[in-house]
């Protein structure tokens, strides 16, 4: 069973860039669908960003919030998806998480702990 660890998180000011990393182990980010999701203080936790696997086509799809700002992607040789996020904005700020699903939005993995993004005005 895949296990995904995300990082790449910290504390940035508005209209700043972060690229986020999910390293898998115990299987392959080619063959699975990968999701990232965020959750914000006192909200649910949401979709931002997934990419299915590549067998499927690598598609990509993006939450409205996420459009033109945010790109994911796959690095079959390093076993990582990345959110590169840029022109962030105060309510990007959440824990970022990344977990297997069933594409587009279907989870079908075990939450991490995931990586905090804070984003100030």
């Known amino acids: 069973q895949v296990q995904l660890v995300e990082s790449g998180g910290g504390l940035v000011q508005a209209g700043g860039s972060l690229r986020l990393s999910c390293a898998a182990s115990?299987?392959?980010?080619?063959?699975?669908?990968i999701g990232w999701y965020r959750q914000a203080p006192g909200k649910q936790r949401e979709l931002v960003a997934s990419?299915?696997?590549?067998?499927?086509?690598?598609?990509?799809n993006y939450a409205d919030s996420a459009k033109g700002r945010f790109t994911i992607s796959r690095d079959s040789a390093k076993n990582t998806v990345y959110l590169q996020m840029n022109n962030l904005k105060p309510e990007d700020t959440a824990v970022y998480y990344c977990?297997?699903?069933?594409?587009?939005?279907?989870?079908?993995?075990?939450w991490g702990q995931g990586t905090q993004v804070t984003v100030s005005s």
């Open positions: 115990g299987s392959t980010v080619s063959t699975n669908a």
């Open positions: 977990n297997r699903v069933l594409f587009p939005a279907t989870v079908v993995g075990l």
């Open positions: 990419i299915s696997s590549i067998t499927s086509g690598g598609r990509r």
